[in-house]
């Protein structure tokens, strides 16, 4: 089972020959879900061999043109392309008629359905799950409603030990009740514990999506222990009073959210085009968390 994030967009305001706008790609057991979807993203989906057709969901942090300006010309590609299955788009109050407002425009959608989910401003818990994951959201800190997603795999069965297994005189029924964590009684009336003939469960895997927001305290708790955590860090820690002004934030902060989080590895991202390399970005945030990465456009991170 595969969970793995490519980075289609490491740029910040406006697209240039080097970076694209934010947008991401995360491939999570088979659920294929786009977060953010800023200018001339499915220009980067074909450069970096994503399948756009395969995505089934699309989550929204916010409305600034740097991360929607692409969503109508992506649907508008899907429909061209023949889509006929549904698309759920998760994000701020505003992101339907947004969108609405763009095909009425240009002549009235017809193509295959947009379920959309609007998140109140302020708002923070389950939204979205099925068998086999679950996407959190919570609120960032910037100029409107911004959104923060966290999406972790569901904890899966335990699984058989075989060999230990067969050292008892258990009926083959009684397998899915331990497989559940459930004790039971052999033929003789002897207990047999689940924890004794089956394996735990796979750790699970969570990532993290920050983007646009000023230091913001109050969102570590939401991402305790994640693996892996994308944090924007448009400025560098001399532009800490520019990044303030507009709520964004720097890179050692973005590290230092990282570490009093304990996550994992750290993805810095949204960078401004007025610095040349993230050499400094990087350089400043491992002076707090060594496990920070600066990426191209196109890296993919496994889980």
Known sequence: MSFDVTLLGTGAAVPSLSRGTTAQFVNIHQRHILIDCGEATQIQMRKFKVKFQKVDLILISHLHGDHVFGL????????????TTQLRIIGPKGIKSFLLQQFEHVGLYRGFPIHFDEIEEGASGLVFEDRLLEISTFPLNHRIQTQGYRISEKPGKRQLNKEEFDKYDVSVSYINKLLDGEDIEDNEGKIVRSD???????????????????????IIEQLKDVDLLYHEATFIDKEAERAS????????????????????????GHFSARYQSTDMHLAEAKTIFEQTFCPEDGERFIL
């Open 72 to 83: 109508a010309g992506l649907i508008s590609t899907m429909q061209l392309l023949g889509r």
């Open 196 to 218: 004794d003939v089956t394996f735990p469960p796979k750790p699970t895997k969570s990532y993290a999506f920050c983007s646009d927001t000023a230091y913001h305290p109050p």
């Open 245 to 268: 002004e507009t709520y964004h934030t720097t890179a050692k902060q973005a590290a230092t959210i990282a570490l009093k989080a304990n996550a994992k590895r750290l993805i810095l």
